[in-house]
T-cell receptor, first 113, second 111 residues
């Protein structure tokens, strides 16, 4: 049971480049989400999904796109990277019950130069 | 979701109990108190949650005051591996409710 797997672990992008951060979970969780964490800050919600085919915006969605074609995968796309998107990104998943705990991946450290 | 207030940091000696406070004075009747922690550079990890009764699991105990306006997370015998940022989160019980993280409290366990 791998849990929540994020790839890559580290990435350096040039301004204007695009890329996709991958997130996969093998626990059959319906709810998945993406957070970013900047130095000295808590985690801020970017986008989330309550099931395949359903996504919604979180607190800081600008500059990011998501899709959810399968239960297992929830990729985060940066269409045109900006230095302000330099951050650590965490993906999380959980069942959609009332009192469920969230499981987090180990993070992707992204630097945009 | 109600806002939470935590001290910025605290420390405790290894082997002693660590008591981490959290204020949530605007908590609603249908909101639960959750605690997560984040060890350096890792993803957050669930610890415990509760509504109004005290809760205990293998990691920690959660004490919620009778008026539910504050709570305390207790690590009974802190170890060096418990050094982390601890987040107190108030969340509505619901299938689609979101986790909103504040800045948390940094616990440093000293040898």
């Amino acid at each position: 049971n791998a849990g929540v797997t994020q790839t890559p672990k580290f990435q350096v992008l040039k301004t204007g480049q695009s890329m996709t951060l991958q997130c996969a979970q093998d626990m059959n969780h319906e709810y998945m989400s993406w957070y970013r964490q900047d130095p000295g800050m808590g985690l801020r919600l970017i986008h989330y999904s309550v099931g395949a085919g359903i996504t919604d915006q979180g607190e800081v969605p600008n500059g990011y796109n998501v899709s959810r074609s399968t239960t297992e995968d929830f990729p985060l796309r940066l269409l045109s990277a900006a230095p302000s998107q330099t951050s650590v990104y965490f993906c999380a998943s959980r069942p959609t019950g009332l009192f469920t705990e969230a499981f987090f991946g180990q993070g992707t450290r992204l630097t945009v130069v | 979701d109600a806002k939470t207030t935590q001290p910025t940091s605290m420390d405790c000696a290894e082997g002693r109990a660590a008591n981490l406070p959290c204020n949530h004075s605007t908590i609603s009747g249908n909101e639960y108190v959750y605690w997560y922690r984040q060890i350096h550079s890792q993803g957050p990890q669930y610890i415990i949650h509760g509504l109004k009764n005290n809760e205990t699991n293998e990691m920690a105990s959660l004490i919620i005051t009778e008026d539910r306006k504050s709570s305390t997370l207790i690590l009974p015998h802190a170890t060096l591996r418990d050094t982390a940022v601890y987040y107190c989160i108030v969340r509505v019980a619901g299938a689609n409710s979101k986790l909103t993280f504040g800045k948390g409290i940094t616990l440093s366990v000293r040898p």
